[in-house]
């Protein structure tokens, strides 16, 4: 309910008719304001005596930001000055700009000034120092209003074509990273209609006003909308500022009306009616706000937020209103802390200190040296944050960790995951990606809309339906659709499991899980349903809900599961490493046989990399994607011990990458027909999002080589012959060869030829081995597939044609290496050893081929070792290489 001001605040006449405009000192020790006459008036908190006038000043000041010893305006001459708080007279003008300056921001560090004006560009001005600029160009319109988000790193930019454009100042020049666009509206700089963007104080999101009058709540992590501030203006929005621990916005526009709402469920707790208020600023720790008006008057409103709601400002810093918010959703993965026994809620007893007692030794600073990152990692002294430490996001929201010293020895953890699925981005999110199809769900505040579509319209039909359960994961298969939804209140989690047909009439089962206990990942296949829970309890049921076993594996917290048919895939945390990250165990059962096939095993992973989803491939054979771009599968896995993994692809190497140019990632979803199927991400996203992308697919390439490498060499190349430089034979590409000259142009020509050819060569020679290596690792595993199971003769003649196949590649390579000369045979000699085929015929083979080429010694060479096999000498212990 919303609650009026006990006593309306007198009007105090600070400058004239027309813009003003007030902000406090970081301290808040004093209030400025800045108006349409040449004075500018400083006044101190808490005292009702008359205010300090700085005369020495521009007219027509349309800005003001403030530091604790100074302060910069900005005119409409395109003058801004900086005065200091300290002699309370001009000190110096920091830039001019050609046109009315708009809007000035001071950095969170005090730094920089960056200011806007009619022109198309925004400059950066060093404070101390300004001959230190940047300029901000690529927006190319004029910039209403600019603000520096809490940490400095970011810029945005309101400009007049209704866009907003986000600025990265971590780098030596600042990097446009977004343009946020359908937010606010198109407004000329003159005008008294805001679309100021205000950071809510844990940087994690920023409000703007809209068109429609209302507040919008923007996401920095995804730029989605968020939260709205509806339906409390009835014209444009003039002012717009969060309170200081962000538990309350403050609002004013041109209805006459500043209202004051609730973060939280952004309700309206105050409404006061003021006409013309143009700017608003709440005082750093007091119950205290300050707004100017377009009659040049300035109100200093104590105790402004009733006795009511006045608790909320004594709050610590709240979150931005987001509609699933990512710290809300706190993972089940971590593990709970250690109370040595005592109940939850009761503290262990002090323990007194002793003069040598470490509590003593260490005070309460140790460690803060390497607590956070420092943003400008090289130290040129570019960044705006040179200095300062880049906390964790919940270090912004629920301030500093009690203790320092705890973080040295408390272990990360890999988080709980469901795998094809994506966080929420404003109010939608991806259920499921895979290549059955797709689910998603869509946020509706009272309840969820999800929506379930095929690639395969013949075979099944798209359905969505009214979600009360609110549904958080989802798998799919060619059987049914499986769901699940977290625990709420007295609620217990639910698990829904949607057959697409059966013999019998369709029905939906639904189970609930014991009270308290969550859902941390769940998986499908033909035969079973496995749900992984926070209780560290692996779940697995029928297709039909029947309870088929319950158990709880050693490595926990669980992380994330898989499954095929009979085989059920786990993967949960494990001891902590030196680089104080749990590793990553991995364990797989077939369920119906009870038989372990590897347990507790580790994944291979690089240092500080995770696994960002796992699944099995179309032929049954589990894979894993990691953060560092590469696709893995497992080899010997049903044979225990013996499974290692191998990788299957290199993203970072993918050719389409290797002009540098290009900036992309990739999201998984599946490993079917010998080819890697994703969906490619750009622009820096990490998920994909709507409208739904389209899926590509990346043939296999076991990493071998740098293709970026070989790029180079014939770019340089290429660049040789425009610049027309000679290059004697002989000469090191490296070498400097200012000075050096060719006899003949024909000589460079040559060279270029020759290198050409062997870069040829070279890809060729790749392709072969590639080949070599990925139709053995297939052979591999069919042949694992082939003595675990009751094999079928199309498996034994597949594994045949993979054979053949591979001594076909080898062959290719020894042709390749006895044309390269007669240096080249031990290598070729060397891949005729590999040959899988006893009967002959490929060594006689590449008899012919070295025959062919001239290379009677090594024709010999093969001829006895093809004699050797037919004999039975073929050990591969005595074997002795020539």
């Known amino acids: 309910m919303a609650s009026h001001i006990p006593s309306r605040p007198r009007p105090r006449p600070a400058h004239t008719v027309g813009a003003t405009h007030c902000a406090y000192t970081p301290d808040g020790s004093k209030l400025v304001t800045v108006g349409s006459n040449n004075t500018i008036r400083l006044y101190k908190t808490g005292i009702e005596a008359e205010p300090t006038n700085i005369d020495e000043c521009q007219e027509q000041n349309f800005a003001v930001a403030t530091g604790n010893d100074f302060f910069v305006a900005g005119s409409e001459d395109g003058t801004v000055s900086l005065y200091s708080l300290e002699t309370n007279l001009f000190d110096r003008f920091l830039i001019r700009t050609s046109l009315p300056v708009r809007d000035v921001a001071l950095s969170p560090d005090n730094q920089w000034c960056a200011v806007a004006s009619d022109e198309l560009t925004v400059r950066l001005v060093g404070v101390e120092d300004n001959t230190r600029l940047r300029t901000l160009k690529e927006h190319g319109k004029p910039t209403k209003h600019l603000a520096f988000d809490p940490r400095g790193t970011l810029l945005a930019l309101s400009c007049t074509d209704g866009i907003i454009y986000v600025y990265s100042l971590t780098a030596e020049h600042p990097e446009l990273i977004r343009k946020v666009d359908g937010v606010i509206g198109r407004i000329e700089t003159d005008s008294e209609a805001s679309t100021k963007v205000a950071w809510h104080p844990d940087g994690r999101a920023f409000a703007v006003p809209t068109p429609t009058r209302d507040i919008q709540v923007v996401s920095k992590n995804d730029w989605e909308k968020q939260r709205v501030f509806a339906s409390g203006h009835d014209a444009d929005i003039t002012a717009l500022a969060w309170s200081p621990n962000g538990a309350m916005l403050a609002s004013a526009g041109k209805d006459n009306k500043l209202l004051i709402w609730s973060t939280k469920d952004q309700s309206v707790i105050a409404r006061y009616e003021y006409p013309g208020v143009m700017d608003i600023t709440w005082h750093p720790t007091k119950n205290l706000v300050s707004f100017t008006t377009s009659e040049g008057e300035l109100f200093i409103c104590p105790d402004f937020v009733s006795e009511q709601f006045s608790s909320l400002l004594r709050l610590p810093k709240q979150p931005a209103p987001f509609i699933h918010d990512p710290l809300a959703e706190i993972s089940a993965n971590g593990r709970k802390p250690e109370t040595n026994g005592l109940k939850p809620g009761l503290a262990p007893p002090g323990r007194k200190g002793s003069p040598d007692s470490l509590d003593d030794l260490l005070n309460e600073d140790y460690g803060d040296e390497d607590d956070g990152f420092v943003v400008d990692d090289d130290g040129a002294g570019y960044a705006l944050t040179v200095g300062r430490k880049r906390p964790a996001d919940d270090d912004a929201i629920f301030g500093d960790h009690p203790a320092k010293r705890g973080n040295f020895i408390k272990p990360q953890h890999h988080e709980a995951f469901q795998p094809g699925s994506t966080p929420w981005r404003g109010n939608r999110k991806y259920l499921c990606l895979n290549l059955i199809g797709f689910v998603w769900t869509v946020d509706q505040d009272s309840h969820n809309t999800v929506t379930v579509e095929f690639y395969d319209h013949e075979l099944h039909r798209d359905f969505h339906f009214t979600d009360t359960f609110l549904y958080d994961k989802a798998c799919l298969n060619d059987n049914g659709a499986l769901f699940s939804c977290p625990p709420k209140d ?314 053949i196949e591979i001594d076909k590649a080898l062959l290719q390579l020894v042709a390749i290496e006895a044309r390269e000369g007669e240096e080249r045979g031990s290598r070729a000699l060397d891949a005729v050893q590999l040959m899988r085929d006893r009967s002959g015929r490929m060594v006689a083979a590449a008899i012919k081929v070295a025959e062919r080429y001239g290379r009677t010694v090594l024709g010999e060479k093969i001829r006895g070792l093809g004699e050797g096999r037919l004999e039975g000498a073929d050990d591969d212990d005595d074997d002795d290489f020539p």
């Not at 696994?611 to 599968?633: E, W």
């Not at 060729?764 to 990925?774: S, V």
């Open 490 to 803: 007295d609620a217990p989690a639910v698990v829904l499991y949607r057959p697409h047909e059966t013999w019998t009439q369709r029905s939906d089962w639904r189970i609930r899980l014991p009270k308290g206990e969550a859902v941390l990942a769940m998986s499908l296949s033909d035969s079973f349903i496995t749900v992984t829970t926070s209780a560290n309890y692996v779940r697995i049921y029928t297709l039909f809900g029947i309870p088929y076993r319950v158990y709880r594996p050693k490595s926990s917290p669980i992380v994330t599961c898989a499954s095929w048919r009979d085989y059920v895939l786990t993967m949960g945390n494990g001891p902590v490493g030196a680089d104080g990250m749990s590793k990553l165990l991995y364990t797989i059962e077939n369920i119906k046989r009870d038989e372990i096939c590897q347990n507790e095993d580790t994944v291979a992973l690089p240092e500080g990399a995770t696994v960002k989803s796992v699944f099995f491939s179309d032929n049954g054979d589990p894979c894993i994607y990691d953060s560092t771009g590469t696709l893995l599968t497992l080899l010997h896995w049903r044979k225990p011990s013996r499974a290692s993994w191998i990788p299957l692809l290199d993203t970072k190497l993918l050719p389409r990458l290797a002009s540098g140019r290009k900036n992309e990632t990739y999201f998984p979803i599946a490993v079917a027909d010998n080819k890697f199927h994703c969906i490619i991400l750009k622009g820096g996203d990490q998920y994909p999002y709507f409208p739904r992308p389209l899926l590509s697919e990346f043939d296999f390439a076991i990493p071998l080589t740098s293709t970026q490498q070989k790029k180079k060499k014939k770019d340089k190349a290429q660049k040789k012959k425009k610049t027309k430089k000679p290059k004697p034979a002989g000469l090191d590409e490296d070498e400097d060869m200012n000075g050096i000259t060719s006899s003949s142009d024909d000589d460079e020509d040559d060279e270029d030829d020759d290198e050409e050819d062997e870069e040829e060569g070279d890809k060729t020679t790749l392709a072969h081995q590639q080949t070599y290596l990925l139709n053995g690792l297939r052979a591999t595993q069919l042949a694992d597939l082939i003595d675990s199971t009751t094999s079928s003769a199309s498996q034994r003649v597949a594994l045949s044609r993979l054979e």
